[in-house]
């Protein structure tokens, strides 16, 4: 028998106004007051575009990565290829951009496997996952001004063994792991999280 605390209230909205404008998202401070104890509080929350992460996946059984700087961590992050969707545009077509973009490969096939929330506490948009079979080198990365990538390729099985050693550590493509474990045992390919 489990038991379950009462649902929590749901705090009404009463207004929201722009703190910062940036290029990449806008910081909001939203003031909610709480319908039963009528606390009032106002919160931080980050106001992003939607995101797509990419797991491209080789005909030989490896995963495009790619390692970059990052400024939030102030060092190199090991991950898939991503980034923001653009205004209007489809998540399987944004990953299908990115891809290209940041890496040069292209695939045959592109699915959506699933759309997780970042982190909810503070950040109201989605980031998407995708799946990009058959991924092959089809020319150069054509990166954006501040992007400098080193792409390479890994076996399944090592990306795997990186996500649980912490050699690989960002969130969101631990994510995109976790959805891609069922596909790849479903492939009959042994060694997923």
């Not at 990186?162 to 390919?189: C, K, T």
């Amino acid at each position: 028998m489990s038991s379950a605390s009462p649902q929590p209230a749901r705090w009404e909205n009463l207004g929201e106004r722009t703190v910062a404008h940036t290029r990449i998202f806008d910081v909001q401070a939203r003031k909610y007051r709480h319908p039963v104890r009528g606390t009032e509080r106002e919160f931080v929350v980050v106001n992003a575009p939607d995101w797509v992460n990419v797991l491209a996946l080789t005909p030989d059984g490896h995963l495009v990565l790619v390692n970059q700087f990052r400024y939030g961590i102030d060092c190199f992050s090991l991950e898939i290829p991503g980034g923001v969707i653009d205004a209007g545009e489809d998540p399987v077509e944004a990953a299908v951009r990115e891809l290209r973009e940041e890496t040069g490969y292209v695939g045959q096939r592109a699915r959506l496997m699933g759309t997780i929330r970042p982190n909810p506490a503070f950040i109201g948009n989605h980031c998407h996952l995708v799946l990009v079979e058959q991924a092959v080198v089809a020319g150069p990365a054509d990166w954006d001004h501040d992007e400098e990538i080193a792409v390479s390729t890994a076996s399944v099985e090592e990306v795997f063994a990186w996500a649980r050693n912490g050699r690989i550590s960002h969130g969101m493509v631990l994510n995109a792991l976790w959805y891609f474990a069922p596909v790849w045992e479903s492939l009959g390919r042994p060694g997923a999280v």
